[in-house]
């Protein structure tokens, strides 16, 4: 009889330990997955940086006055974005403004690229976002807002996806897709609303 509730009591535990294991292994599958992935995508996001500009900024460059804030209130999303979309920047921050695009002073296209999965993984929700959404940008004193007007998948090697011809103001955020992988680029455009192009940038998001 004792060995019969031994061998229970036992069975027990291991059920138990059987069970937890299966509650912690998705987590640490997210873990895993997520490191390995991180360097892979850092490197890929790091590469349309490179695509067009020959002199990124270096680290000593980035400061607070050197770049811009971006601000996605779906997504509960407000970083400092520094110029270049280098490793050293896509790590340290997550986001990089892509530095042969537009600036928002400018017309054309203002390119930011973002990790999904790590560093913070401040895009990994892009895909939510929908027509109309607002992405604000604050930079050199005054805020710029955008309306979400489409999202796009490309391969790695359309970085000229980010270019417009037509030279209208616009946002692009680009990270990699699908999540921890580095197989394709997401990238979510969105228009500069008429306006707004000397907004005060104390105004609330």
């Not at 779906?74 to 403004?97: C, I, K, N, Y």
């Not at 959404?133 to 050199?140: E, G, K, P, R, S």
Request: net charge neutral.
């Amino acid at each position: 009889m004792l060995a019969s509730r031994n061998i229970l009591s036992r069975l027990s535990t291991l059920c138990i330990a059987a069970g937890v294991l299966l509650l912690l292994a998705p987590a640490a599958w997210v873990l895993y997955t997520g490191r390995e992935a991180s360097e892979v995508q850092t490197a890929a996001l790091a590469a349309w940086e490179g695509d067009r500009s020959p002199e990124p900024a270096s680290k000593d460059q980035v400061s607070r006055n050197n770049g811009l804030v971006l601000t996605i209130p779906r997504l509960s999303v407000r970083r400092f974005v520094p110029e270049g979309a280098t490793p050293e920047h896509l790590r340290q921050f997550g986001v990089g403004r892509i530095t042969w695009t537009a600036l928002p002073t400018d017309s054309g296209t203002l390119g930011i690229a973002g990790h999904r999965t790590t560093y913070g993984a401040p895009f990994f929700r892009l895909d939510r976002l929908e027509p109309g959404d607002t992405i604000l940008v604050d930079y050199a004193g005054h805020r710029y807002t955008y309306r979400v007007e489409r999202q796009v998948t490309v391969t790695p090697d359309r970085a000229d996806a980010l270019q417009d011809a037509t030279g209208a103001s616009g946002i692009a955020l680009v990270t990699c897709s699908p999540p921890y992988s580095a197989a394709l680029r997401l990238i979510v455009f969105g228009s500069l609303e008429r306006g707004n192009l000397a907004s005060s940038v104390h105004a609330s998001p």
